[in-house]
């Protein structure tokens, strides 16, 4: 479906339950694919594996970080491998902390070669969806129901905007399309008791103003935005 709001061509995809998908290739031919890899068992204990590279034909795999994290299925444990504009480093989501209720969700940095990681972010909370500006000097996330901006090279997170998730970039690095549930609205799973907040699509300045709403559709839910490389439509998941 595609709809067109504020010069902005909306493509709604509908939502398809399955794996997790690998982070993008970085610019040019034959770019490495990264991952979230598999897990192994100790005993009673469950490891995630951590972030993994693979050539596009599924050769020359190996694990990038060489830290795994122990499982735990209240937070998981790494997730939502990035690589940055240039494909010299990656940014993720790593689960830290010992104590069963004490236990985040990170923002982590780490070059392309498996040197220099880092951890971007000292929140406290749970981090998510991370992404870079086109530019690749900041990262945009979602973290503490909210969307924060960070220094690629280090500092302090800065909130943009609460109670919002999912930010995408615009190709010129001018603004960040997101998704709110800022009218109260549910969406109900066909033939389930369960329901779910209902977000709308909107967009803001890359230093939270100006936020716009961009789909005005009452009987959808939409998820993951993603701009096209011309930044004249936003394809984004939707439930209905």
């Excluded at 491998?81 to 902390?97: H, K």
């Excluded at 990262?139 to 995408?168: M, Q, T, Y």
């Excluded at 609205?185 to 100006?210: I, K, W």
Aim: hydrophobic share 40%.
């Amino acid at each position: 479906m595609r709809v067109w709001l504020a010069g902005v061509a909306l493509l709604c995809i509908g939502f398809v339950a399955g794996a997790l998908p690998a982070g993008a290739t970085p610019p040019g031919a034959n770019g490495a694919l990264v991952y979230t890899c598999g897990v192994h068992r100790e005993g009673a204990q469950i490891y995630l594996e951590g972030i993994c590279l693979t050539a596009p034909d599924g050769t020359g795999a190996r694990r990038l970080d060489e830290d795994p994290v122990p499982f735990d299925s209240s937070v998981g444990g790494d997730s939502a491998p990035v690589w940055s504009p240039d494909g010299r480093r990656i940014a993720w989501i790593r689960t830290v902390g010992d104590a069963p209720h004490g236990k985040v969700r990170e923002l982590f940095v780490i070059n392309a070669d498996g040197s220099g990681r880092r951890q971007a972010t000292t929140l406290g909370g749970f981090a998510s969806t991370p992404a870079w500006s086109p530019d690749g000097r900041r990262i945009a996330f979602g973290a503490n129901n909210g969307i924060f901006v960070v220094d690629a090279a280090g500092g302090e997170p800065k909130l943009l905007v609460s109670s919002v998730a999912d930010p995408a970039w615009s190709p010129d690095g001018s603004r960040i399309a997101f998704v709110a549930n800022r009218d109260g609205r549910f969406h109900c799973l066909p033939n389930n008791d369960v329901c779910v907040p209902a977000n709308e699509l909107y967009s803001m300045n890359a230093d939270g103003t100006d936020q716009r709403l961009l789909s005005g559709a009452p009987d959808l839910d939409f998820r993951a935005p993603s701009w096209s490389p011309d930044g004249g439509s936003i394809a984004v998941a939707c439930f209905n």
